[in-house]
């Protein structure tokens, strides 16, 4: 059986990370976050009102740029979150009652623009040195002579 998940939420508290070793393979690092995934309705005075939001831990499996995008997630950011919606079960160690909870395994999580002060695009530090390198390269190979 599969299911599919697509929700609009706000991230509930900073991301955290985990790394998981698996044998000589690379590391897999899990990004984990809770969302309130709300549910606004127009009221009759022209007010939204949340009718049956709920919270569920966001998990993202992927390798080291977990570090960096636990990073761009930030606490009250709108997010986009497309996955696999699973519940979870599990027994309560004080009151030994059985426990469940969803969660999404997500594919996708993509930051909506609401909430968001300040976007900065630049290139990494490689990157500039290898444009520096190249275009070192072009200028030798000109030709000063111009033939006009």
């Not at 594919?107 to 623009?113: A, H």
């Amino acid at each position: 059986m599969s299911n599919q998940f697509l929700g609009e939420g706000n991230i509930g508290k900073e991301p955290e990370v985990k790394q998981f070793q698996s044998g000589n393979n690379e590391p897999r690092f899990l990004l984990r976050f809770p969302v309130y995934f709300d549910n606004p309705v127009k009221g009759k005075d022209g007010k939204f009102e949340d009718k049956g939001g709920f919270w569920a831990n966001v998990e993202l499996w992927m390798g080291e740029e977990a570090n960096r995008l636990a990073d761009l997630y930030q606490k009250g950011q709108r997010v986009q979150v497309q996955g696999r919606m699973i519940r979870d079960t599990w027994k309560d160690e004080e009151t030994d009652e059985e426990k469940s909870a969803f969660k999404i395994r997500a594919r996708r999580v993509g930051i909506l623009p609401f909430r968001v002060e300040e976007v900065v695009m630049r290139q990494s530090s490689g990157a500039k040195e290898e444009r520096s390198e190249r275009s070192e390269q072009y200028r030798d190979d000109f030709d000063d002579d111009i033939p006009f």
